[in-house]
């Protein structure tokens, strides 16, 4: 790590998030001022415009790549347009325990007099919310799904390399003749194109301007820099003179001057350089690796100051688009291997001055992190199918071990033509026990997006961005719409629809019959004070009795959630267009249609699914303790469930001893997996969005199955009330005790390439990886499991007394991250239940 | 009958690749340190998890034979009485009472294997076979070598050669690796430590020497055993005296204090004469990797 970088790092690390008022200041100005002037997307591109020209242009020392969200490092805006903070929330961001965002007495009130009262009754979030139904509203405050977009903006985006070969001048040319193109004599929505299109080409010139504001502020402080050293030359001068009378004695101080002046020439030397690329990019297509590196930096910056987006944005295969400039450059002599690392170190420390945009209410409970979730992808392939491993790739993964810091994420991508000392080398940095990279199959999740209907080439150039779900990169707004918490759907339908913890009916009332449970009509349907007579689960005579009302539970819910989930897309693509993303993502421009308005050439909306453990090891206890060996009746089961265990710890250690569970490659727990997933597929899949494309499913939790968990009672695998569920779609905690291998084969049962993503966690102690021979097993492994179309991994390389002594003594482990689920988080910026989680995975060792 | 006390996969310490061992109950030798106490005797025995147990006494009223009671807040079994049914182990809801060893199927076994075929091919691993000590159980062995040898399967058997030249011959033929143990050099010690003496052990890895066969010699290394300059001198002397020495790497494999916890579940005693034996330090594990370097002989160590 060269010094700057280690500065750089240093200032990133230490610095606290605070929370700037600045961007809701210009933007309530500008609401106020302009409201109803314009159509919609014009006026949001003119509140970006506005947004670019007024707000404080940030270049720190030692710098290369430059540019903040904020006025400096780590200072987050708000977003009130979406949801406006109360004086509470800032409050309790201010004096939080862990996820704390500063602020100062003054801004709060400042924020209470000039912004809050604009936005009242008028955000997206009100919006959203007065819209719902109180089915709805029963089963989201019951925790059985949370909602993506109650707060922050549809996300997930990943480019694709079309920024290295235009720029924002030529983006705007595409636009101008699409609009010139414009038929408003046949073509009924050329009115809504034109106002589109207008509204990106003005997101293009507030772009092109904010990196002009970068250029002309670093010939400011290269001017002050001159100035500097004159005055130091002056002072040398005198020196000089004495020198003479000294007799050279003190020489030594003279050379030291001369290298601060050496230093300061080199800084007005860099200054200069970073406005002559401030003034090329964005608005032209880069040339130099250096250029490349900021035209992006300019972009992600571009489109987390228009919105919120839900996972900030993300460069996608950023070794492949580097890998032209770099070998370019090398061969002409113009940069070195050094030199490129530098800069690409300069990129992830500014990802990581950004933490995610705080949230309030139960979604602050979902995710508490200040990740947002850029997760850069390494290796894959290219769009014609060769390996797109590069020296750039392996210079990305000296970054990410250098620095291990929280964010970006990074990723390595494994196909069949992946060479292997690429694979070994990612290993190499898993094993130092960061939490990444993570590792995607990208043979496996090509044909997830071909399966989904994408052409094979724009299959290839896709991958997977935030945690684990797949896209086409640059092509396709592929929006997350919220978690689904399947077991917390297990135990309405064993409650017949009723939340225990609440009482209310928040599912479906189902009557069992002799033959299968059948579905009470629409007409019957419980109503939420209606109180008809229900069944208790000890009605239930079979197995598939219990397992048929699950499914009419799991598709009620997931009804529900859709209905909402196609509203709020509507008021995105109404209210709140992301004008300058659309710019950039095909084909948004040809179809003058925004991102969030079927712009995009693909449109794809995922559920994610968790705690496939938790349910699969409970309907197993059900069927094998309950049904097949009788070993103890439904009726005593359920009294000790509701009784978290404590009135029958006898049944308890039976069933977490003596059950078939999920992922120890055991056909009878795996079928019961294989079977809540295939029907969860079909409870999601093909389901309509609003832009004539569907639904499809996804299986991750982020840190949700902790959420999930805490609102969720015991569950007949034996988990206690209140606990993390499982991740993703790894095995319950602890529930795997047959090694690693047989995870991954009961992973590899469930037919992967349906969904838009898997997530399997693992937790190796550190002497499972100690030799060069144990790293190439690992790397085995991960191969052995994409044989079986798995979709990704990734490795804890932690061992529990680490973690236990972390706890006592946070303060000597400030930098221990570790994997979460789907991305890397500070141990010790994890609330109590969530260390927790961790600690209860399953320690996969050997002696 | 021969028993199987376990069957581990993701075993990446015993043979190339990522492998499954599987574990025969039963051994001639004795050795103090023994990691696996369980796979010594080549019956069936019972084990107490004293931790796990929450001394509900359901075992107690599920013995056909009442071979077990509840005294002084212990769960103890009458080894007089104990038939080793296994039905305390089916009425314990803890997993507390175990029986280690179960007659499984030459087809059980192979279907467990050939679930890991997967990862033997992407890693080179295969299955290694290991004790206790598989070659007293030469039919159930024979078998499996046959079977794995005909689905390609890499063959690691991992044995103490205190066997009958002919039968040390016979397995070497049906596998593709030998991992074979040197404990001691000095015939008395070996007697002292492992109940037998070290001749015939010897003189069956000079046989896979001369006759080509392919081994890996490993030596457990205990401090205060056999760690010491004049053993490992020896050691390395006599694999220097065999024929193609210079292409064996020699394993070392420290010693670990995990028996302990599996004699008190056996209900058995623990190295009972208090012999001193440690973990050895990376300084003595250094030296003895000098040592055989010095022989002209690779020598690794975990």
Redesign the interface.
């Known amino acids: 790590m060269t010094e700057r970088i280690s500065r750089l790092r240093k200032l990133s690390v230490e610095t606290e998030p605070t929370l700037s008022i600045e961007r809701a200041l210009i933007e309530t100005e500008f609401y106020k001022e302009n409201w109803g002037k314009y159509p919609i997307p014009v006026l949001r591109s003119l509140n970006f415009m506005e947004i670019c020209k007024k707000k404080t242009i940030y270049i720190g020392d030692d710098e290369l790549i430059v540019g903040e969200r904020g006025p400096k490092p780590k200072a987050v805006p708000t977003f009130p347009e979406l949801t406006c903070h109360s004086v509470e929330d800032l409050e309790v961001l201010n004096s939080r325990e862990l996820q704390r965002y500063t602020i100062s007495r003054e801004d709060i009130e400042t924020y209470a007099k000039e912004v809050i009262p604009f936005w009242e009754g008028k955000t997206q979030r009100e919006r959203i919310f007065s819209h719902v139904p109180d089915e709805w509203r029963a089963a989201y405050e019951a925790g059985l799904f949370t909602e993506f977009m109650e707060q922050r903006a549809p996300g997930h985006t990943a480019l694709d390399g079309k920024i290295y070969q235009m720029g924002m001048l030529d983006f705007r040319h595409q636009i101008e003749q699409e609009i010139a193109k414009l038929d408003f004599l046949n073509d009924p929505e050329a009115t809504d194109r034109q106002e589109q299109l207008t509204a990106m080409a003005i997101s293009c010139d507030a772009v092109i301007m904010f990196a002009e504001r970068h250029a002309r502020l670093a010939e400011e402080m290269a001017l002050e820099v001159e100035a500097e050293i004159k005055k130091l030359n002056a002072g040398e001068g005198f020196q000089n003179k004495s020198d003479e009378n000294l007799n050279g004695k003190i020489s030594g101080d003279i050379s030291s001057e001369s290298q601060d002046q050496s230093k300061l020439k080199q800084r007005v030397a860099e200054l200069r350089k970073i406005a002559e690329v401030c003034r090329w990019v964005p608005a032209n297509a880069p040339r130099t690796f250096h250029e490349a590196l900021q035209m992006y930096w300019f972009v992600h910056l571009g489109t987390i100051t228009e919105l919120n987006g839900w996972d900030a944005m993300n460069p996608g295969h950023l070794d492949q688009h580097l890998a032209p400039f770099y070998e370019k450059e090398v061969e002409a002599g113009t940069l070195n291997r050094d030199e490129a690392k530098e800069l690409l170190s300069c990129l992830w420390i500014k990802v990581n001055n950004h933490p995610a945009p705080p949230k309030v209410g139960i979604t602050a409970r979902e995710s508490g992190t200040y990740n947002d979730f850029t997760n850069i992808n390494i290796g894959g392939v290219r769009a014609d199918g060769s390996d797109g491993v590069s020296e750039v790739s392996y210079i990305i993964l000296e970054v990410v071990e250098e620095l291990h810091i929280l964010q970006p994420g990074s990723s390595i991508h494994i196909s069949s033509r992946t060479p292997e000392r690429f694979l070994k080398a990612g290993c190499t940095v898993i094993s130092k026990g960061y939490g990444y990279p993570s590792i995607f199959n990208a043979d496996a999740y090509i044909q997830e997006l071909t399966r989904q209907g994408k052409s094979l080439k724009d299959a290839r150039e896709g991958g997977c961005s935030g945690c684990i779900e797949v896209g086409a990169f640059g092509k396709e707004a592929y929006l997350l719409t919220g978690y689904l918490n399947v077991p917390k759907i297990l135990e309405i339908t064993l409650n017949n629809g009723v939340d225990p913890s609440t009482g209310k009916q928040v599912g479906l009332k189902i009557q069992p019959d002799s033959e299968k449970a059948r579905v009470v009509s629409d007409s019957e349907k419980a109503g939420f004070t209606k109180d008809s007579e229900t069944a208790g689960p000890a009605e239930w005579k079979s197995f598939e009795e219990l397992y048929s009302a699950f499914v009419a539970q799991i598709n009620y819910i997931t009804d529900l959630k859709i209905r909402v989930s196609n509203y709020i897309d509507r008021m995105f693509a109404k209210y709140a267009p992301a004008t300058f993303l659309s710019v950039v993502i095909d084909d948004c421009i040809k179809k003058g249609r925004d991102y969030y308005n079927g712009g995009p050439r693909y449109n794809t909306n995922y559920i994610q699914c968790t705690g496939l453990g938790t349910v699969t090891d409970s309907l197993a206890a059900i069927k094998w303790h309950v049904f097949d060996k009788r070993n103890f009746t439904m009726e005593r089961l359920m009294k000790a469930v509701n009784s978290n265990f404590a009135a029958d710890e006898i049944l308890w250690h039976t069933i977490v001893n003596k059950t078939p569970f999920f992922g120890n490659d055991n056909d009878y727990a795996d079928s019961i997996a294989v079977r809540v997933y295939e029907d969860l597929y079909s409870a999601i899949e093909g389901k309509p969005n609003t832009k004539g494309e569907c639904f499809h499913l996804n299986m991750l939790s982020t840190t949700c199955h902790v959420y999930f968990g805490k609102v969720t009672g015991a569950t007949p695998n034996g988990r206690r009330a209140g606990a993390a569920i499982s991740d993703g779609t790894s095995p319950s905690q602890g529930a795997d005790t047959h090694g690693p291998t047989a995870v991954i084969r009961s992973l590899g049962k469930l037919d992967q390439l349906k969904s838009g993503g898997t997530l399997l966690n693992l937790r190796f102690l550190p002497s499972l990886v100690k030799t060069e021979s144990d790293i190439a097993k690992l790397a085995s492994l991960v191969r052995s499991y994409f044989t079986l179309n798995g979709h990704h991994v990734q490795f804890n390389i932690v061992d529990t007394a680490t973690l236990r002594d972390a706890q006592q003594r946070p303060a000597e482990y400030r930098d221990l991250l570790v994997r979460m689920a789907g991305y890397s988080d500070y141990f010790n910026d994890m609330n109590r239940d969530l260390q927790e989680e961790i600690i209860s995975r399953t320690e996969n060792g050997a002696i | 009958m021969s028993l199987i006390f376990d069957i581990?996969?993701?075993?990446?310490?015993d043979g190339p690749?990522?492998r499954l061992t599987v574990f025969f109950k039963g051994c001639p030798l004795n050795c103090i340190w023994c990691?696996n106490p369980e796979g010594i005797s080549p019956k069936k025995e019972k084990m107490h998890n004293r931790n796990k147990c929450?001394k509900?006494k359901?075992c107690v009223g599920h013995c056909p034979n009442s071979a077990l009671a509840m005294e002084y807040d212990e769960i103890i079994t009458d080894a007089n009485l104990c038939v080793g049914c296994g039905q305390c182990t089916e009425a314990c809801?803890?997993?507390a009472l175990e029986i280690s060893g179960a007659e499984l199927s030459v087809d059980y076994i192979m279907k467990e294997i050939k679930?890991?075929s997967?990862?033997f091919?992407?890693?080179?691993?295969g299955v290694t076979f290991c004790g206790g000590e598989p070659l007293m159980h030469r039919s159930l062995l024979m078998e499996l070598l046959d079977k794995c040898g005909e689905l390609r399967i890499h063959r690691a058997v991992d044995t103490s050669l205190y066997a009958t030249e002919s039968l040390v011959r016979e397995i070497a033929q049906n596998c593709e690796l030998i991992l074979a143990d040197m404990k001691h050099m000095d015939p008395a010690m070996h007697k002292k430590y492992t109940g037998e003496s070290n001749e015939l052990i010897l003189s069956n890895i000079r046989m896979l020497a001369n006759e080509g066969f392919t081994f890996t010699p490993r030596i457990p290394l205990i401090e205060g055993i056999n760690a010491d300059e004049q053993n490992i001198t020896a050691a390395a002397r006599f694999l220097a005296s065999l024929p193609g020495f210079e292409e064996r790497t020699v394993e070392l494999l420290p010693y670990?204090n995990?028996a302990k916890g599996k004699h008190e579940k056996l209900y058995t005693n623990y190295n009972p004469d208090n012999i001193p034996m440690d973990k050895p330090s990376p300084e003595t594990i250094a030296r003895c990797i000098a040592i055989f370097d010095s022989y002209g002989i690779e020598a690794t160590s975990?």
């Open positions: 581990k996969k993701y075993s990446i310490n690749g990522i990691h929450i509900c359901s809801p803890t997993g679930k890991e997967f990862v091919d992407q890693s080179e691993g670990h995990v975990r």
